[in-house]
């Protein structure tokens, strides 16, 4: 008992209590303070879509602390729970040897186990008085609190650092949007020739990749192909001047300078808030996860090829809708039509673009899901410890980790910018932080003096073409 009190708040001296206190308010502070400049940065830079974002993010902080807050409290609690024998005697993550029922406990482990006792109030006969064991340690419990932690903290990172690269590689574009834009009276009459030469050649060249000859015509050539096209040149410069115009003259026919660049860069930072989330599925698929992680199960191993197969599905599918969008062309020439590409939602999963990112959303969180827990096994139980298994199935977990990371950063998401434009509707990134805000408020204020509420609902679900606001090119 002696012992147990000496180890109390109360035998702890007040210059270490106070210092600990000092340190975690103080890096609390700086954290806060962090994400409120940046805040106020991004504000200044009227980037509106990435602050949403940030707000997004201390949600996920601020949920992340309840957990946290939660497991302290009820650890005692939970530490309280007594259950069969039966039911905590299987489905470990690593096999228990048999000779460890028998072992007699080390000095080391009768330590640990009497602090954790004391630490909690409670006396080693609880359990044993009854026939029963506890349901689980604080020790697991602990464990358990920062393995959540570091999970929230790589996704985050991941997420961010796939939106910067692939922001970085759609920046590349900016100079086709610049060559589109070249208006022909500007110019003198060599260059005004010289462009359309150009232009004429890029969708030629477009028509000649996706619908030039019999085979590229053939549905499973052309899916053989847009597998492997998206691990080179996934976006070139025909296929971009090709869907940019598909999408001025379906939304945007009376402003042919309209700045698409800037549009796909917008609507991706509106994505990006919906991305660094993490939504009650993820969650969801993480208990299951735990729940599977049986020792020789390899469930670890097996789960490893599940966000790269789901990647290499959404690129096939994103070129498969390019070379589609071309052959619907060519057989419009064939039947003496309009030959212009259509935009349409039926080109899509289900008819329905936003399935893109959900998936690229789960891809993202459950390959940072696969670092995460490597690196928490690492610096939690070593290198050596069951639940890492052997070499050979660490070594290509990681290399598939990598790649996913790399290949969504440069190919699937720039497609995903560029390709789900093709559906029929566009997205309100469309509109200037202005714009947005005054039709927000204005459908706000409809509500509030209750006039025509059937027909605010009306103008709300109803698409509105971007030319009934005269939408320029400077601020699209």
Known sequence: MAEARSGSLEYTPTWVVAFICFIIVLLSLLAERGLHHLGKCLKRRQQDALF?????????????GFISLMLTVSQAAIRHICVPPALVNNMFPCKKPLEEHHAPKSSHSIINNARHLLSTGESPDHCA??????LVSVEALHQLHIFIFVLAVFHVIFCASTMVLGGARIQQWKHWEDWFKKRPSQMGTTRRGHHAHELFSANHEFFEMHAGGFWRRSVVISWVRSFF???YGSVTKSEYIALRQAFIMSHCRTNPSFDFHKYMLRTLEIDFKKVVSISWYLWLFV????????????????LSFLPLILLLMVGAKLEYIISSLALDVSEKRSRAEEAVITPSDELFWFHRPGIVLQLIHF????????IAFFFWILFTY???????????????????GVLVQVLCSYSTLPLYALVTQMGSKFKKGIFDNVVQSTL??????????GESTSEAHRIEMQPTTPESYNVQSENP
């Open 52 to 64: 949403e974002a940030l707000q997004k993010l201390k949600e996920e902080l601020m949920l992340l």
């Open 129 to 134: 008085a009854k026939g029963q064991v506890p």
């Open 229 to 231: 096209k998206q691990f």
């Open 287 to 302: 208990v299951v996860f735990l729940l599977l992680n049986v020792g020789g199960w390899n469930t670890y191993f097996w």
């Open 363 to 370: 891809i993202l969180f459950q390959n940072s899901f696969e």
């Open 382 to 400: 070593g290198i050596h410890s069951c639940i890492m298994e052997k070499l050979g199935y660490l070594i290509p977990r990681l290399v598939m």
């Open 440 to 449: 927000e408020g204005w459908l706000e204020d409809t509500r509030n003096r």
